[in-house]
């Protein structure tokens, strides 16, 4: 990002979607995705406090990723960003909710959503086609 | 529950189930719920190995209450249970998302959905009505 700090309004706004968040002790919030339109819910992921400022800041959501330790600018590697519509914060402030607008597909396996996997009678089946393979979303973007 | 075990099919599923979850450290896995026509996603809450068994078996959902250390069988005090309609896992294993049949409200609050402190340009606002009032959803229902 440039080096420069947010109009006064949207600080504003960053000081109160942080002051009523309620973060986990390793100071995380888990975020919900869904697609503003349709409804769906495309995935679940994690944010810290800088993940959820630079998300109203940009307008793009960014997460914190568990495993490499870092800020996660969606779609950074496959293009499939998530542009923010809504911003929600539940009840007693531990869970957000995203409403977005998904640039092509939220799951890495090229699944619209990652929640693919449905359990019927006889075991789970796979309840969403893959639209993007893995070698066109991660192969040579970046 | 009366003491019977879950049909062989059943106990299939269950098991089917929790060998696709990816528990955390404490035994838990955060769980979705959306309202199965709709798409209102209702509110986010945990489970253990438990929670999911007894949802699946019954019907109906039921969490782990992290602040009371037990079983936590939605509707039970307030009479607004969910009702299992289908059970998604995601591509890691690490969310459930449960669609649902929500009698009345999801929230304590009185309120459809968890997710109602919604934030615009001048801070938050409130973009869900109270529906039922938190007196007659516990007012010495049990």
Chains 1, 2 share one sequence.
């Not at 960053?14 to 409804?39: C, Y």
């Not at 992921?45 to 330790?69: F, I, P």
């Not at 409403?99 to 090229?110: E, I, L, P, Y």
């Amino acid at each position: 990002m440039p080096d420069q700090s947010p109009a006064p309004a949207l600080g504003q706004k960053v000081a109160e979607a942080l002051s009523r968040i309620a973060f986990n002790s390793d100071g995380l919030v888990p975020a919900i995705a869904q697609q503003h339109d349709t409804g769906e819910v495309l995935m679940m992921a994690w944010m810290n406090r800088d993940a959820v400022a630079e998300t109203l800041t940009t307008g793009r959501v960014c997460y914190w990723s568990r495993s490499r330790g870092k800020l996660w600018r969606k779609g950074e590697s496959s293009g499939q960003v998530q542009r923010l519509v809504a911003f929600h914060v539940d009840c007693d402030g531990d869970t957000i909710l995203l409403k977005v607008d998904q640039t092509g597909v939220a799951c890495h396996t090229g699944r619209r959503t990652c929640f693919f996997n449905k359990l019927e009678a006889d075991g789970f089946t796979i309840s969403e086609p893959v639209l993007v393979s893995e070698a066109d979303l991660y192969g040579g973007r970046d």
